[in-house]
């Protein structure tokens, strides 16, 4: 059995439902899958004592998890003022229009299209509720509308899928875009170190207690998969289903649908710094 201490990121597999800080517990929705890991995280924020919490990703459309969610703040004495996306994918979204009916939550996003509200979000945005405080951070790469929410009080980052508790994420081309991922992934780096992160609360897996150890193993997995598809394009691996074959040949197949997006991503990037033809 692999010591969890020695992954990275540090897993701790202690929190996959449940309080993962002391501003911030997890609800598992029942989603298992070869994309969603052990499911989407749902994600319930709120100041210790206080009469209101934020929501972050409802999950999928499935009543019986969004009910529980609302039902797990209520018993804790809380209303849901709002509902935060960390991005458009419907493992995390499907559930959003219901979760509002239930709750009478604005939903607040990046993207006007899944917005149930007047407010939007952005990078740089603070949200203040009942002495909670969360700081909106732009993550673009995995999808363009990728935000994480950062909780001073925890030293905690809610990263949706731009930083996993387990493996790693897919560049949803085209419009995930490998450039600003990379990019994204260097601007967190640096502000783990000047913001003192401690933990990594993640869109699906595991809490992670190492957030620069899980960024760099991602640095370092990216420009390895680089290297990779390009090698694999030079000895005349041509298309996204091609270089998955060569290059994903250890990955589990069902997830070789959603490596072509990874993969058309990276060639799009090695055309536009001139690597490959």
Known sequence: ???????????????????????????????????????????????????????????????????????????????????????????????????????GSPVRALDPRLRLGDEGLAGGDVIRVA??????????????DSLSFHIPADGALLTGDTVLGRGTTIIAHPDGRLGEYLDSLRRLREFTERAGLRTVLPGHGPVLRDPAGAIDYYLVHRAKRLAEVETAYEAGHRTASEIVAHVYADVDRSVWPAAELSVLAQLEYLREHGLVA
Not at 71 to 90: I, N, S
Not at 131 to 144: K, M, Q, R
Request: charged residues 20%; hydrophobic residues 40%.
């Open 1 to 103: 059995m692999t010591d969890a201490s020695a992954l990275p990121g540090r897993p701790d597999d202690a929190v996959l439902d449940g309080p993962a800080t002391e501003r911030s517990c997890c609800l598992l929705a029942p989603n298992p899958s070869p994309m969603t890991l052990d499911g989407t995280n749902t994600w319930i924020l709120a100041e210790p004592g206080s009469t209101a919490a934020v929501v972050v990703d409802p999950g999928p459309a499935d009543e019986g998890h969004l009910r529980r969610v609302a039902d797990t703040v209520a018993a804790a004495g809380r209303r849901v003022a709002m509902t935060l996306l960390t991005h458009g994918h419907a493992d995390h979204t499907g559930g959003a229009p219901t979760f509002a009916r239930l709750t």
């Open 131 to 144: 002495g909670l405080e969360v700081e909106v951070v732009a993550t673009p790469g995995h999808t363009a």
